[in-house]
């Protein structure tokens, strides 16, 4: 019984060995082909991957360059470094150099870093979060504007429940209405940032001065009364 065992065992290996070796001759060119491709694959793969190391390595380096520049005063300097790298640099540092430069714009004329930052916000390429971030910049700039009132619609749109940056832009929505003495308007911004649970500890605390300023209403300066004017001095003959 034994020896049948093995003897079957030692044909079923002679059939597989059979079997490699036919598929091998039929098909050992598609085989080899496969087989350099996915060397050939892997190598490229390594290759992206460390040309796309450096290249963010070296926009690192560019745009930390491109920020001293700005810090120095150097505006012209860093715009045409903030442009290179806008051309030429790897999509996240792209980014990044574009919002740099509508910051730096936005230093020099108000008007001109809105419209960059518009821009922005209208790149479909971006994200919605990155694009939202455009939209609160844009506004808060507009803010101090003679007509403010395209920055406040803008940051109403950013203030609703899901977005992104609604505790940014209920706060400056309630400080605006605050300023403008519409004590009801700020009130019902400040309750939204208090009720939100995701609200940061720092902007509660700055809600609890927001609202007692709130409740405490339109001072009303009420005009002291006029002091009685002096007796003349007696007249001495």
Request: glycine share 8%; aromatic share 8%; net charge neutral.
């Amino acid at each position: 019984m034994a020896e049948n065992n093995e003897f079957i065992r030692e044909v079923n290996e002679d059939y597989r060995r059979d079997q490699v070796a036919q598929i091998w001759k039929r098909y050992s060119g598609l085989i080899v082909a496969v087989a350099i491709l996915v060397v050939a694959g892997v190598g490229g793969y390594r290759y992206w991957q460390h040309d796309q190391r450096v290249r963010a390595e070296a926009a690192s380096e560019k745009f930390e360059a491109a920020n001293r520049l700005a810090k120095d005063g150097k505006g012209a300097e860093a715009d045409k470094a903030f442009e290179a790298l806008e051309a030429e640099a790897p999509g996240g540092y792209r980014m990044l150099a574009r919002f740099r430069s509508a910051t730096e714009t936005a230093k020099r004329d108000a008007t001109a870093g809105a419209a960059e930052y518009d821009a922005l916000a209208a790149d479909t390429k971006l994200n919605d979060g990155l694009r939202d971030l455009a939209r609160l910049r844009a506004a808060l700039i507009r803010l101090d504007q003679p007509n403010p009132d395209p920055a406040l619609a803008s940051l109403q749109g950013l203030a609703a429940p899901a977005g992104a940056f609604r505790h940014t832009a209920r706060e400056m929505l309630g400080l605006v209405a605050l300023k403008r003495g519409e004590y009801d308007a700020a009130g019902r911004w400040f309750d939204q940032i208090i009720s939100d649970p995701q609200t940061p500890a720092n902007l509660r605390q700055r809600i609890e001065v927001y609202a007692a300023l709130v409740a405490g209403g339109p001072v009303t300066v009420t005009a002291a009364p006029a002091p009685e004017p002096a007796a003349p001095p007696p007249v001495t003959r």
